[in-house]
């Protein structure tokens, strides 16, 4: 622990730090760590499960007094981020005694309005805090310490406002902390107009490209979900994170590959809190095998011993993609980011692609067994009081006349078709693996080959 006490740590918190099995600092720790603790602000571009987490706590947790009111406020994009701080900086501190609060939406907020009154430090999402400091049930005014923790996945989820409102409620004279796995103009901005002379650390990036390998498979619309079923029962993986960009589609891949007899879950901002946190648990010990999830699940959470990631639909921007595919591959294990691509995924894969950040390799397909799965459709009902009713069906992009469908569908595989319509993300499970979808010729799938192997090369 010699290289944490060179740091600036004090006995009492590298003690703990010992009991928890951290050996030498990282990158971002020994850049960082004192320079916070001599009171400067700090500007830290650091990508999840660098370590940034200790950089600040060190900072609130060796110049904290027990017992003041609320002085350290961390602002967290996600609630499982805000949970994960929260014990961290429990853990690190259980030597001094102070009392951490949560305070984030998707539970009662009664329990936290009498638990704040006796808190030291306060981790929350920015809505949740809003509705505190609007019932006037929180005061900021003793704060001395302001942590704004993957601040780009804050303004990216649109909290631009409540942040502004909530560092307003804080005194000017404060120590502040802004962490990102990017920094933009966004943040730019927010630094300049909110700290004081900072210091800009940025480190190298946690996941080790020599050890990721990335791969897409092009695959007929009706056989995304058995290409998916097949690649995880042939593929030697550990834990597995399935990406998807919808909740409806992340709620109809789990419940198909349950039906499968593959183990998964679901995790997405719709599901309640404690569902979520039991989860992740389970996730984390590896009595789960496939987490599937949306981007709620790609930044700020530290999820360990991820051997695979799928990207069962691309999303639009490169910087989501990257941030998907940085859950492995991580702390020098192997990792492998699998693409599964089919017609309307093929504008966001170009957009991707056409970056230049990422190297994807285009695989064959293998044999597939056909996975026939139910499609479940929404119904509701019409009609006057005291008339007749009728049922009509309900789901965007379904049509019951499978003529319609089959033309639609050869339109949306030919690439050349890209403008004619959107991308497609928010459509209908139903579009990929519906009963309609007509087959591709051979020559369709080498040209798409080729187009996007030159953008790769």
Same mark, same amino acid.
């Given at each position: 622990?010699?290289?944490?006490?060179?740091?600036?740590?004090?006995?009492?918190?590298?003690?703990?730090?010992?009991?928890?099995?951290?050996?030498?600092?990282?990158?971002?720790?020994?850049?960082?760590?004192?320079?916070?603790?001599?009171?400067?602000?700090?500007?830290?571009?650091?990508?999840?499960?660098?370590?940034?987490?200790?950089?600040?706590?060190?900072?609130?947790?060796?110049?904290?007094?027990?017992?003041?009111?609320?002085?350290?406020?961390?602002?967290?994009?996600?609630?499982?981020?805000?949970?994960?701080?929260?014990?961290?900086?429990?853990?690190?501190?259980?030597?001094?005694?102070?009392?951490?609060?949560?305070?984030?939406?998707?539970?009662?907020?009664?329990?936290?309005?009498?638990?704040?009154?006796?808190?030291?430090?306060?981790?929350?999402?920015?809505?949740?805090?809003?509705?505190?400091?609007?019932?006037?049930?929180?005061?900021?005014?003793?704060?001395?310490?302001?942590?704004?923790?993957?601040?780009?996945?804050?303004?990216?989820?649109?909290?631009?406002?409540?942040?502004?409102?909530?560092?307003?409620?804080?005194?000017?004279?404060?120590?502040?902390?802004?962490?990102?796995?990017?920094?933009?103009?966004?943040?730019?901005?927010?630094?300049?107009?909110?700290?004081?002379?900072?210091?800009?650390?940025?480190?190298?990036?946690?996941?080790?490209?020599?050890?990721?390998?990335?791969?897409?498979?092009?695959?007929?619309?009706?056989?995304?979900?058995?290409?998916?079923?097949?690649?995880?029962?042939?593929?030697?993986?550990?834990?597995?994170?399935?990406?998807?960009?919808?909740?409806?589609?992340?709620?109809?891949?789990?419940?198909?590959?349950?039906?499968?007899?593959?183990?998964?879950?679901?995790?997405?901002?719709?599901?309640?809190?404690?569902?979520?946190?039991?989860?992740?648990?389970?996730?984390?010990?590896?009595?789960?095998?496939?987490?599937?999830?949306?981007?709620?699940?790609?930044?700020?959470?530290?999820?360990?011993?991820?051997?695979?990631?799928?990207?069962?639909?691309?999303?639009?921007?490169?910087?989501?993609?990257?941030?998907?595919?940085?859950?492995?591959?991580?702390?020098?294990?192997?990792?492998?980011?699998?693409?599964?691509?089919?017609?309307?995924?093929?504008?966001?894969?170009?957009?991707?692609?056409?970056?230049?950040?990422?190297?994807?390799?285009?695989?064959?397909?293998?044999?597939?067994?056909?996975?026939?799965?139910?499609?479940?459709?929404?119904?509701?009902?019409?009609?006057?009081?005291?008339?007749?009713?009728?049922?009509?069906?309900?789901?965007? !992009?379904?049509?019951?006349?499978? %003529?319609?469908? +089959?033309? /639609?569908? *050869?339109?949306? =595989?030919?690439?050349? #078709? @890209?403008? &004619?319509?959107?991308?497609?993300?928010?459509?209908?499970?139903?579009?990929?693996? !519906?009963?309609?979808?007509?087959? %591709?010729?051979? +020559?369709? /799938?080498? *040209?798409?080959? =080729?187009?996007?192997? #030159? @953008?790769? &090369?």
């Amino acid at each position: 622990m010699e290289k944490f006490t060179k740091l600036g740590l004090s006995k009492g918190l590298t003690d703990v730090l010992k009991l928890f099995g951290f050996k030498t600092p990282s990158e971002i720790q020994e850049k960082a760590v004192p320079l916070v603790l001599a009171g400067r602000d700090v500007i830290g571009g650091s990508a999840t499960g660098s370590g940034k987490t200790l950089v600040f706590a060190s900072a609130i947790i060796e110049n904290l007094k027990p017992k003041n009111g609320i002085q350290a406020l961390i602002l967290t994009p996600t609630r499982e981020l805000a949970e994960q701080v929260a014990t961290s900086i429990r853990n690190f501190g259980k030597n001094k005694g102070l009392n951490v609060l949560t305070i984030y939406g998707g539970v009662k907020i009664e329990p936290q309005i009498k638990k704040v009154f006796t808190a030291d430090i306060v981790v929350g999402t920015p809505g949740r805090i809003i509705d505190h400091l609007d019932r006037r049930t929180l005061r900021l005014n003793k704060i001395k310490f302001l942590v704004l923790d993957e601040v780009d996945r804050m303004l990216d989820m649109g909290f631009s406002r409540d942040v502004d409102k909530i560092i307003h409620e804080c005194p000017k004279e404060r120590q502040t902390m802004m962490f990102s796995a990017t920094i933009s103009q966004d943040i730019d901005h927010l630094y300049k107009k909110y700290t004081r002379n900072p210091i800009n650390i940025s480190v190298g990036p946690y996941v080790d490209p020599s050890k990721l390998k990335q791969v897409y498979y092009d695959v007929p619309d009706h056989q995304k979900f058995s290409l998916l079923v097949s690649l995880l029962k042939k593929e030697n993986a550990d834990l597995v994170m399935v990406f998807c960009n919808t909740r409806r589609n992340v709620d109809f891949i789990t419940k198909n590959l349950l039906k499968v007899k593959i183990d998964a879950q679901a995790i997405h901002g719709g599901i309640e809190q404690k569902k979520r946190t039991r989860v992740l648990d389970d996730f984390h010990r590896k009595g789960l095998g496939v987490l599937v999830c949306t981007d709620v699940a790609a930044r700020g959470l530290d999820i360990k011993d991820v051997s695979h990631v799928y990207n069962y639909e691309v999303p639009a921007y490169t910087k989501d993609y990257i941030h998907r595919i940085g859950r492995t591959a991580r702390a020098g294990k192997d990792g492998k980011a699998i693409t599964i691509l089919a017609s309307r995924d093929y504008e966001n894969f170009r957009n991707v692609l056409g970056s230049g950040e990422v190297d994807i390799e285009s695989q064959d397909l293998p044999q597939i067994e056909r996975i026939d799965i139910k499609i479940d459709v929404p119904r509701r009902t019409y009609g006057s009081r005291g008339g007749s009713k009728r049922d009509v069906s309900r789901g965007r !992009g379904f049509d019951r006349n499978p %003529r319609r469908i +089959s033309s /639609r569908a *050869s339109k949306e =595989r030919d690439p050349r #078709s @890209r403008g &004619r319509r959107r991308s497609g993300n928010n459509s209908s499970p139903r579009r990929s693996e !519906g009963r309609y979808s007509g087959r %591709r010729n051979s +020559s369709q /799938r080498s *040209s798409r080959s =080729r187009s996007f192997g #030159s @953008r790769r &090369r």
